[in-house]
């Protein structure tokens, strides 16, 4: 009995998760809501195969103490609660993940054939977008959710102006940025899935990554790019692998060329110092921000006080009437936690770089997570929770095993 409910939950949760990361701006499936039900399967499942360290716990600990004494000092106590809550949430998951020990490989079996399968077809139809919009002027493939489609910047739901000269896709995700950066990731995750398998296939992740820079967006752009260029670096020797980095870096030489010759791509590439882009507010915009808080409030900020940003006239598109956020969280846990937060995001970094030099299995993942890292600020937001504990034990399975049982041993042996 207890055997078949562990597979139950397993089931479930393997179903769920997926489900959750493709539609996370689905409002069927509000961020702040699903997570209450995913989150205690999650965590039941974790507790019965986790054995903490206590160097983990204290760090824990030490950063949830660290944000509470920071919030002494909060003008808004209200929203620190509530980012608070989240912050919390957010370090109980990546403990809980980071110390599971033995994942379950038929939990990986079914979820992520489904995550794979479910952003491929994801891809095609950010390419069906594209190409409606772009060649004939059609609006018919936009906001397939109607009604139920989240509201992106500005409140409202995303649709391309008519007059735009390149029209961006955005797929069922609330805008283009973030379809872009999450077929990327997606595409690295099959790279490891197809690999781990050994039935490399190259059609699925190449058509999200084609899916991803199709998005019009810098995100899905530069990320496709850089995914692309890592996978044939981290391609085993071999000739079919040789043949493979000379074809990828060709059709690489060749897009970049290509895209960097069209208008509204070379536009953006120039507009990170012109006041009033997007582009601007992402990356200019954080980086004057933390070169004027840093010196000032070396410690960080109380979580959910944003008095500091909107005080700052540059994080303020005064013509278009809306103040912006960071964009970046590597920027947010540097305004939010300081010093602490510049050595945290540098460790990261270096961790990240270290697995690629040394081509171990998962550093894909871990460059892709990266990407997605430096294009949302919203880091312990649940939906963004939901993702990175999904990719660490995604990790760690690939780097402890690479079979998969059938569902008679797992009934019969209730293997965790």
Not at 16 to 31: G, K, R, T
Not at 254 to 275: F, H, K, N, Q, W
Not at 283 to 302: C, K, V
Not at 346 to 369: D, E, G, H, N, Q
Request: hydrophobic letters at 50%; aromatic letters at 14%; glycine letters at 8%.
């Amino acid at each position: 009995m207890y055997a078949n409910l562990n597979y139950t939950l397993l089931k479930v949760v393997g179903i769920l998760w997926p489900i959750s990361l493709v539609f996370m701006h689905f409002v069927l499936i509000e961020p702040i809501t699903f997570p209450v039900v995913v989150f205690p399967l999650v965590t039941m499942w974790l507790l019965l195969n986790t054995k903490f360290e206590l160097t983990y716990l204290l760090v824990a600990l030490v950063l949830v103490i660290y944000a509470s004494l920071l919030g002494m000092h909060s003008e808004n106590s209200e929203e620190f609660m509530k980012s608070f809550i989240l912050f919390i949430s957010f370090i109980s998951a990546l403990l809980l993940a980071s110390k599971t020990k033995l994942i379950n490989s038929h939990f990986f079996e079914i979820s992520l054939r489904l995550f794979v399968w479910l952003s491929f077809f994801l891809a095609l139809f950010t390419i069906l977008q594209a190409i409606s919009l772009n060649l004939f002027s059609s609006y018919t493939f936009i906001n397939p959710l109607g009604p139920f489609g989240r509201a992106g910047p500005g409140g409202e739901v995303y649709v391309p102006h008519i007059l735009a000269v390149l029209k961006k896709s955005n797929a069922v995700f609330s805008e283009p940025s973030v379809c872009g950066w999450f077929l990327a990731l997606a595409a690295a995750i099959t790279i490891n899935w197809n690999g781990s398998r050994e039935r490399f296939k190259s059609i699925m992740p190449l058509t999200m990554l084609v899916g991803a820079g199709i998005t019009g967006a810098m995100s899905g752009l530069l990320n496709a790019i850089i995914i692309v260029l890592f996978w044939a670096y981290l391609t085993q020797k071999g000739g079919k692998g040789l043949l493979l980095k000379g074809g990828v870096l060709l059709v690489v030489i060749l897009a970049v060329t290509v895209l960097l010759s069209y208008a509204p791509i070379s536009d953006r590439m120039g507009e990170i110092s012109r006041e009033g882009s997007s582009t601007y507010y992402r990356i200019a915009a954080p980086l004057m921000l933390l070169a004027d808080s840093l010196p000032n409030y070396p410690f960080g900020h109380a979580l959910g006080q944003i008095d500091y940003i909107a005080s700052k006239s540059y994080m303020v598109n005064w013509e278009g009437g809306a103040q912006f956020g960071i964009h970046n969280s590597f920027f947010t846990i540097i305004y939010y936690f300081g010093i602490v937060g510049v050595i945290a995001s540098l460790w990261y970094l270096y961790f990240t770089c270290r697995a690629v030099i040394l081509k171990r299995k998962s550093s894909l993942i871990l460059l892709a997570l990266m990407l997605v890292f430096s294009e949302t600020g919203g880091l312990w937001s649940p939906e963004i929770t939901l993702l990175i504990t999904y990719c660490i034990l995604i990790i760690r399975h690939f780097d402890q095993s690479t079979s998969y049982p059938t569902d008679k041993t797992i009934r019969t042996t209730g293997e965790l």
